[in-house]
């Protein structure tokens, strides 16, 4: 029977002695402190190869090396999963399956890194996956984005429904208006007075100034041509003229206006 063994390294490939530092050592309070997990790389080793997986811009990023001696990190702990049957002839078909399923332009540090790709080859092996804390901190980011994502969504589809119930409400009211503005049978009085209002446009205005003027001069004209036949009527009728009209006081025509003689 062949092992299958996960070997855990501390992500110190920052660039930045400090930085792979103080990751150490976070690790080794949240690792051997309080048991939760840290920052980690994983890989696989079955037969005499360590098999794991990262960023590259072409090709699959499934790669190999000698065990526990991955360059880019530093090597913490080895862990046995378990122990296989499967011949060495499988074990690469599997590989070269994986190597097509996982290309390097898909990594991603939270939902495809190389912890996700051990439990992936893990599970293709028959063997347990990766203990929780080895991916811990990868897991929680992507619950988070996801929570995130799912709360904009529900934002979304709340503003769609807001916009929808709106132009709902909108035809409703709209359409309502004119069912009652049509079957009301408009009041006489108001009828008359729109007309009245469309004639008096008619008449007493007009877009040119000077035909506007001679028509008001016409109107004057003929409105006291009218004032001085009612005079001549009322002093006639009465028998008197405007000096002994005994209601010169207060008739309107004798305090105006002279009759003609």
Request: positive net charge.
């Amino acid at each position: 029977m062949t092992e299958v063994v996960l070997h855990v390294y501390d992500v110190t490939n920052s660039g930045s002695g400090r930085a792979n530092a103080t990751i150490r050592r976070l690790n080794k309070i949240l690792r051997d402190g309080m048991g939760i997990g840290g920052i980690f790389h994983g890989a696989i080793q079955v037969y005499s190869e360590e098999w794991s997986f990262g960023y590259c811009e072409f090709g699959t990023g499934v790669f190999c090396c000698t065990p526990t001696m991955n360059p880019m990190y530093t090597h913490r702990e080895s862990i046995v999963l378990g122990h296989i049957l499967l011949s060495r002839r499988r074990i690469g078909q599997i590989l070269s399956e994986l190597s097509r399923e996982w290309n390097g332009s898909s990594y991603d540090p939270l939902s495809r890194n190389c912890n996700h790709f051990c439990d992936a080859l893990c599970e293709r092996l028959g063997v347990p996956k990766l203990p929780l804390w080895v991916n811990r901190f990868a897991n929680a980011g992507e619950a988070a984005v996801e929570a995130a994502g799912n709360t904009m969504e529900k934002l979304r589809q709340a503003k769609a429904e807001v916009v929808t119930a709106s132009r709902i409400a909108k035809r409703f009211i709209f359409s309502s208006c004119t069912t009652s503005t049509s079957a009301v049978t408009p009041d006489p009085w108001l009828k008359n007075m729109a007309t009245s209002s469309r004639n008096s446009r008619r008449i007493g205005f007009s877009r040119n100034p000077s035909q506007q003027l001679l028509r008001n001069q016409s109107f004057s004209r003929m409105e006291n041509e009218t004032e001085d036949k009612r005079l001549v009527k009322h002093h006639r009728d009465m028998n008197r003229d405007t000096s002994s009209c005994f209601l010169r006081s207060i008739c309107a025509d004798c305090s105006i206006r002279r009759p003609s003689p």
